[in-house]
């Protein structure tokens, strides 16, 4: 994608998103822009039809989630983006899922880069991301560049609550 369509898909996105996140996941993108990375927001919002769909697919283990959070009024208030990278978006490396996670823990946020890891392979993410080894032989989990606030649950947020 042309960088200038990039920055628009991502800005377009930024809309649907919560305020509060939609600040974190700005200084993420930023971050990663920092290092020469170009992060592309692929979904933010999802409505629940396409939630489904990727329910049904096996993509998401939830038939309601982080993107599919919405206002009292029905405005789009997504908690979370797939945040892919622009380069190699079918195949990310294990630098960027990396980089990733780290720009994602610095801002409050998590990624999905050890779901479905027990705890040993866990803790060598843990270890490459505190050592700035971004080439480390890691094994990632199974949703990688999905990025979703920390302290707060699908339920929570369903129900109102909101990451601050």
Not at 23 to 44: C, G, H, K
Not at 54 to 79: D, I, M, P, Q, R
Not at 140 to 148: A, F, K, S, T
Request: zero cysteines.
């Amino acid at each position: 994608m042309k960088e200038v369509a990039r920055k628009a898909r991502n800005s377009e996105r930024m809309n649907t998103l919560f305020p509060a996140f939609a600040v974190r996941v700005s200084r993420v993108i930023i971050e990663l822009e920092n290092e020469n990375l170009r992060p592309r927001i692929q979904d933010a919002w999802r409505s629940p039809e396409d939630q489904l769909k990727a329910f049904n697919e096996g993509h998401s283990k939830l038939k309601y989630g982080f993107h599919n959070v919405t206002g009292l009024a029905g405005e789009k208030e997504a908690l979370a983006v797939d945040l892919l990278d622009d380069e190699s978006p079918l195949n990310p490396g294990t630098s960027y899922v990396l980089r990733l996670a780290a720009a994602a823990e610095k801002n409050g946020l998590t990624t999905g880069a050890r779901w479905g890891l027990p705890i040993k392979l866990r803790q060598s993410i843990d270890k490459a991301i505190l050592d700035k080894n971004w080439g480390a032989p890691v094994k990632i989990g199974w949703d990688p560049l999905h990025v979703e606030p920390t302290g707060i649950t699908v339920s929570e947020a369903k129900a109102g609550k909101r990451p601050v």
